[in-house]
């Protein structure tokens, strides 16, 4: 018998999980059990999350991989009784693993958790998380930070915000630094990651803090009691701690001068989104920007859209949502021009934009 703490509650398992050695704990009353079963599930109608299949059964929920009904998760409906299917053996890993970790998420998710997809290290005892979509470079400026201030990660992917009162928590899931760490400290701050060759911090409403929260944290769709729970910890979370949209990039001196600008509180004033729409693909065909429109944009459009330097980086800034002004600091850090040709040419190509349905306030 194995028994592991994860921030809020304890999980009495059968089977040893690897990658959850660092969260051993002592014997204790359990919030959640996970046993093994022969059990086949009952027939029913299976929907996707990613590349997994769920299926509603009377008691609960049954995880597998499509195709595959012989091996896979029971869970019942409070997520606190897990059944491994077709377990080969005494260690959990792979698939099986990923199935256990969606259980505890839910089962957190019930107890004032989120998982928010951000990368999470602690300075001087209070935790600092960096979140973004993928790709904007998240990871990189949590690395900065950690290099110029001797920072020490929490996790580098999935962290655990406990909502109230807020802290970060290390879990026994993560990315590719595979970072198992057993701790947890106050969260300081949330920053939004944005691109910019220039550093400052801009402040976010209450609608911005949760939509971008709603974007990144976890959120369990197929579980209706579940997924409502969630949204009320986004609410809460969306309210409560600082959460920050910073622009910046991934050198040392933009981490030391991002970390003075907000010590010395140096926030610019919130300002409303502009998003584009899907349904385009640019590209950089013989040095020619061409906006390709694709789906129902076909139609729509009857033909590409050539985009110059300029438009084109605006299109590209506008792939996560962006103020005008942020728009219009990326042009000028970009671009030799006057600031007022700069915004009276921008204005019209946001609004010429607009017009043809390709951008919509976010």
């Known amino acids: 018998m194995y028994c592991y703490r994860i921030a809020g509650i304890t999980l009495r398992s059968y089977y040893e999980l690897p990658s959850f050695e660092s969260f051993v704990c002592g014997a204790e009353d359990a919030d959640v059990t996970l046993e093994g079963t022969d059990?086949?599930?009952?027939?029913?109608?299976?929907?996707?999350?990613g590349p997994f299949a769920h299926r509603r059964i009377t008691d609960g929920w049954f995880f597998h991989m499509p195709g595959n009904e012989r091996q896979g998760l029971f869970a019942s409906g409070d997520y606190a009784r897990l059944r491994l299917l077709g377990m080969q053996g005494s260690v959990v890993s792979g698939v099986a693993e990923q199935f256990v970790r969606i259980a505890l998420e839910c089962a957190l998710v019930r107890r004032g958790y989120v998982?928010?997809?951000s990368s999470a290290i602690v300075i001087d005892g209070e935790a600092y998380a960096f979140t973004g979509p993928?790709?904007?470079g998240k990871s990189t400026r949590a690395d900065a930070w950690m290099d110029t201030f001797k920072a020490e990660r929490i996790s580098g992917d999935r962290p655990l915000i406990r909502v109230s009162p807020p802290e970060a928590y290390g879990v026994p899931w993560d990315g590719k630094e595979k970072c198992f760490r057993n701790v947890h400290f106050p969260l300081k701050v949330i920053f939004d990651v944005r691109r910019s060759d220039t550093v400052y911090i801009r402040a976010m409403s209450f609608s911005q803090r949760r939509k971008q929260l709603l974007r990144q944290c976890f959120l369990p769709m197929w579980d209706t009691e579940t997924a409502a729970a969630q949204m009320a910890n986004i609410m809460k979370l969306a309210a409560g701690p600082q959460i920050l949209r910073i622009f910046c990039g991934k050198t040392e001196e933009d981490a030391r001068m991002l970390r003075e600008a907000f010590r010395k509180g140096r926030i610019l004033k919130e300002e409303p989104?502009?998003?584009a729409k899907p349904g385009f693909v640019l590209r950089n065909v013989m040095n020619e920007h061409i906006l390709m429109p694709t789906g129902d944009n076909v139609g729509v459009f009857k033909g590409a859209v050539l985009l110059n330097n300029v438009a084109a980086m605006?299109?590209?800034?506008?792939?996560?949502p962006v103020s005008k002004d942020d728009l219009l600091r990326a042009v000028l850090d970009r671009f030799d021009v006057e600031e007022a040709v700069a915004s009276a040419d921008?204005?019209?190509?946001?609004?010429?934009?607009?017009?043809?349905?390709?951008i919509v306030d976010d």
């Open 39 to 49: 059990d086949l599930p009952e027939t029913g109608e299976d929907r996707f999350t």
């Open 115 to 117: 998982t928010l997809h």
């Open 134 to 136: 993928s790709g904007i």
């Open 273 to 275: 989104d502009m998003k």
């Open 314 to 320: 605006v299109w590209e800034k506008l792939q996560n």
């Open 346 to 358: 921008l204005d019209r190509l946001l609004r010429d934009m607009m017009e043809k349905g390709m």
